[in-house]
């Protein structure tokens, strides 16, 4: 047999402990699912003049462009894409 000494078993012991303790972590990180952020379609605007295209979420009907500060409304084929 070999000897150990025991500062060798207590450092063997807790950094098998650590060990155990990272595969788990890791385990779990992979198998949680997170959810995903889902733009909504009628959240995407593109300007009429400028043909910008933006994301404004507080209007529905009407938006004002952020590059050329024109308004733009949907059109009723525009919601349904």
Do not use: G
């Not at 150990?4 to 450092?11: A, G, I, P, Q």
């Amino acid at each position: 047999m070999f000897r150990l000494d025991v500062s060798t078993m207590v450092f063997l012991y807790i950094m098998s402990s650590l060990l155990v303790i990272f595969v788990l972590w890791i385990f779990f990180e992979r198998t949680a699912i997170f959810p995903k952020f889902v733009r909504e379609e009628a959240d995407v605007w593109e300007c009429a003049i400028c043909c910008y295209t933006y994301v404004d979420s507080t209007h529905h009907e009407i938006s004002q462009c952020p590059q050329c500060s024109s308004f733009n409304k949907k059109s009723p084929e525009d919601r349904f894409v």
